[in-house]
């Protein structure tokens, strides 16, 4: 019996239709395989994953392979954005087998939990080196009938290994490598960043080429803190070269996950919530920087996407959509030279054609990603705009990608961080009003009356008990929504929240935040996120969000414990940076004292002011008086800025506070 049609998460209900007798992740599939003496095969995936699909098509839907599974073994589907906890515990197995890691991942278990094989795709057919699925099944079977001692011992060395890959390195481990105090540790920040820069057309490493903000954050911030080009032409060669391939939707806005190359042109072509947040804050940022109007073009595009296509009843975020419609991968976002000629008439056609850069034979399998030829040239002319809205009209009545339509804690917090920070600098109140509906949202769907927030929401059913990332994001959202607001009310529950992170999952023998709470299932190892990947760690925005909300409310035991964080981290830092670029940007917050920036009484200027400016090391206080040293002794309509620790004189001029702003 197939048990996946009641699950929240998409991904899951996908497969309910499968011959396969699914479990959920859980007690009872276990307890099955420890009854019939059965490995458990646990599959993890995501419901934009395109392989995912494949492997789906290919295995899970095939009868003689569901017999084999459900006569053999006892299966376990996983979305691991649901499930980022088992996900993570699993990935360092398959990584330790393979040395490397992805997504459809197939690991099998004992009954007790522990793995001792996995993979990630297998074909349905031995094809390329890689053996089949059913072969892979056929021997995992006889291995456990007829040799289970190696079996059980393979486990065992496998969660050791598991054991040692999600633990911090010993002192012991990094003998030889001494600490860095922050200015070298951004200092070899920097360095790996400009070892890895692409000059030619921007990111970082070679095809496949992620956008990896974090990693532009670190680069904007060495910029703002010494004032050199290097960083700053990083920053803008990638941002234009992004925005100009086929990994932006020229047409309807918001960024593919990833290039298949290295210019940004052939996108995989799903859209994540998590990377529209992110990079709609690295051209928010990069605007503030230059002023450079075809970012603020990105960023408004970018927002645009999002609450147009992945907003959820009441104020949520949906978390994605598929690359692939109607089994084909693109095929929504691609064009013919023919389709468009047709659509725009001899009026457009021609200088829409010359302007997106389309063909006769195309740039992907014989079709056409619209991309703009010349790079960084992206504010459209009336008529090519008249084109884009003819074109977007018309894709509109395509079958769009599938859509994972579950709302997920962290992504949604992170979108709202960046659209608060958004609204803030640009002065729009729509989309202040947007931020606030996702807070909202979040307040009312998926914290639990008790005050235990849980991570993910479908249809009108919240489940899944929320991992320090939800918390650290949470926490992150509401100091954002009361720098943007003035609202008091946002920085009291992002106390509430951060006091919660703190006792759920802080490891009081060695500092840092687990990944799972006190009160969260025990997996094989209570594991921490360390390392910053599609999205930051919950260590580094952990870190972050703790020392702003200890520079807003003044309670030095939140900036205690963000130190702490990146104590903990700072010899692997050292060693490997590009690991750890947004566990850097905290750094940097942290290296001379955060700047405080309080404005007193009815100053809307004042605040502007403030608003506008790019301040990564800064934090803004105004409106409401809450408690907090900030406010303490302190006249009104005055602002008052404090850096290095040390406060300057206060004004009552715009021009001041500015003066005083700019001065690094």
Not at 57 to 65: A, K, N, Q
Not at 71 to 85: A, I, L, Q, T, Y
Not at 93 to 100: F, P
Request: proline share 5%.
């Amino acid at each position: 019996m197939n048990r996946l049609a009641a699950e929240t998460s998409p991904y899951l209900r996908q497969h309910r239709d499968n011959p396969v007798d699914w479990y959920p992740w859980g007690d009872e599939a276990f307890a099955r395989a420890l009854v019939e003496d059965r490995p458990v095969m646990l599959s993890v995936g995501y419901s934009s994953c395109h392989w995912c699909h494949v492997m789906a098509h290919e295995s899970f839907e095939d009868e003689g392979t569901a017999a084999l599974l459900n006569e053999r073994f006892v299966s376990v589907k996983v979305d691991r954005e649901e499930r980022p906890d088992v996900d993570a515990v699993y990935m360092e197995a398959v990584q330790a087998i393979t040395g490397r890691g992805g997504w459809p991942m197939t690991v099998f278990l004992t009954p007790d939990r522990r793995p001792f094989y996995g993979g990630t795709y297998f074909p349905k057919g031995d094809r390329g080196g890689m053996p089949s699925f059913t072969t892979v099944l056929q021997a995992i079977d006889a291995a456990w009938r007829e040799r289970r001692d190696e079996v059980i011992g393979q486990a065992e060395e496998l969660v050791g290994a598991v054991v040692a890959r999600v633990q911090i390195p010993s002192t012991e481990a990094m003998a030889g490598r001494p600490v860095a105090d922050s200015a070298e540790l951004l200092q070899g920040g920097f360095a790996a960043l400009q070892a890895a820069y692409d000059p030619a057309w921007g990111g970082f490493g070679s095809a496949p080429k992620f956008p990896q903000p974090s990693m532009l954050e670190l680069a904007l911030r060495a910029h703002d803190r010494t004032g050199g080009d290097a960083a700053l032409t990083m920053v803008s060669t990638t941002l234009d070269a992004m925005a100009s391939g086929g990994i932006y939707d020229h047409l309807g806005g918001g960024f593919a996950r990833y290039s298949v190359d290295g210019r940004w042109m052939v996108p995989h072509f799903e859209k994540m919530l998590y990377d529209q947040a992110g990079l709609a804050r690295i051209y928010l940022h990069g605007w503030q920087v230059t002023g450079s109007p075809q970012w603020r073009q990105v960023l408004e595009e970018t927002v645009a996407y999002v609450l147009r296509d992945l907003r959820a009843p009441g104020g949520g975020l949906f978390s994605a959509e598929d690359a692939d419609s109607e089994g084909v991968e693109g095929r929504f976002y691609v064009w013919s030279l023919d389709e468009v000629t047709e659509v725009l008439g001899p009026e457009l056609a021609p200088s829409a054609i010359d302007w997106y850069g389309i063909t006769a034979e195309g740039n992907f399998e014989g079709s056409n990603i619209l991309h703009r030829p010349q790079r960084g040239d992206l504010l459209r002319p009336p008529a090519i705009e008249r084109a884009r809205r003819l074109l977007f009209e018309h894709r509109a009545r395509r079958v769009r990608p599938g859509l994972d339509d579950k709302v997920l804690t962290e992504w949604n917090a992170m979108f709202c961080s960046t659209l608060a920070e958004a609204a803030a600098a640009t002065g729009r109140s729509d989309w202040r009003d947007e931020a606030v509906s996702v807070a909202e949202f979040l307040l009312r769907s998926l914290r639990r009356s008790d005050g235990r927030w849980l991570r993910s929401w479908q249809g009108g059913k919240a489940g899944h008990l929320a991992v320090a990332a939800d918390y650290a994001w949470l926490v992150d959202a509401f100091t954002r929504l009361s720098e943007l607001t003035g609202q008091a009310r946002w920085i009291e529950t992002a106390r509430d929240t951060a006091k919660a992170m703190l006792m759920l999952f802080w490891d009081v023998t060695q500092g840092g935040l687990f990944t799972t709470g006190e009160d969260a299932e025990r997996l094989i190892v209570r594991s921490k996120e360390l390392f910053d990947g599609a999205t930051p760690s919950a260590s580094s925005v952990g870190a972050t969000a703790l020392a702003r909300l200890g520079a807003l409310t003044g309670e030095q035991g939140y900036t205690d414990c963000a130190m702490a964080i990146l104590a903990t981290l700072g010899e692997v830092m050292a060693a490997q940076p590009t690991a750890f670029t947004h566990a850097l940007g905290a750094v940097d917050l942290l290296a001379d004292g955060v700047t405080e920036i309080a404005v007193t009484g009815d100053r809307p200027d004042l605040v502007e002011a403030a608003h506008r400016r790019y301040l990564p090391r800064a934090v803004l206080a105004w409106g409401e008086p809450y408690p907090s040293p900030l406010w303490d002794g302190r006249g009104d309509g005055m602002a008052y800025v404090c850096r290095d620790y040390a406060c300057l004189a206060p004004t009552s001029r715009v021009e001041d506070l500015e003066a005083q702003l700019t001065t690094r």
